[in-house]
């Protein structure tokens, strides 16, 4: 077995390789001056290939396609640690596509089996035509924490499973708030009764886009008089000004994953999918 890796998850898919002691596939790359890409792959691939890409643009998702299509192996699974388009998961209005299927498509045509982590909704895994399995990052990110007894609070109902699986981990308390989302980049955060006065508290989501849920409910917890507001998410797509938006929110520290590779992926998936490969 060999791994190959698309140009967003180099470092995690180097990462991958290492913790499983198998090689790490050399590819070129090139962006023609249209725009279009190329890539070659120069070594020499065994029957069995795992290729790691996240899809954090629709760049890097034409990238994981010419990427598939040049492994020519009798096995390949697909590890997308992040994949884009997932939380457009139905048809919320009429007219619209659903876009993570028309992601989950093409991709299974070359996959023997699909890998995500903290895949927004479940309901994806019936979009792909092949094997799928989805790996929790939360449990391995909530021992990975080093903080004083928080509390761990979601930023919305949905993701209260994760709060509560981070919590029941660690033994700290949890709670959630009450989100309604006014547009897609305005969230109204309704304060629920929880006494964070003097507290510690880390925020968990599965996805920090805008930053914009994340920083109303930093500035909520501050009023209410937290002592400090973390902020844990998997994926850390931190869009335009996110992360300058959620320490002027009053957020102590921002820990994610590098399912998306920024400098606040403290965190790495690489253990938990080379356990899964294994
Ligand atoms: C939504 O359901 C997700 O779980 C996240 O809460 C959302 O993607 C965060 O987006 P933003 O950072 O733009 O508020």
Redesign the pocket.
Known sequence: MNVVCGRASQHLGSKIADEMEVDLVKVSYKTFPDGEQYLKILDSLDDEVVVVQSITSDSEFVNLLLLLDAVDSSKITTVIPYMGYS?QDRRFEVGEPISARAIAKPISKYSNEVITIDI?NMKVKEYFDCDFTNLMAFDHMARELDLENPIVIA??E??QDRARSVAEIRGWEHDHLV?TRKS??E?EITPKQIDVDGRSVLIV??????????SQAISMLKKQGAKEVYVGATHP?L?GN?IQKLYSAGCTDIICTDTIEKSVSKVSVAPIIAENLK
């Open positions: 939380r927004h930023p919305d949905g993701a989100k897609g980049e969230v989501d599965d996805i920090i886009a805008t930053g914009g849920t994340m797509v869009a996110a």
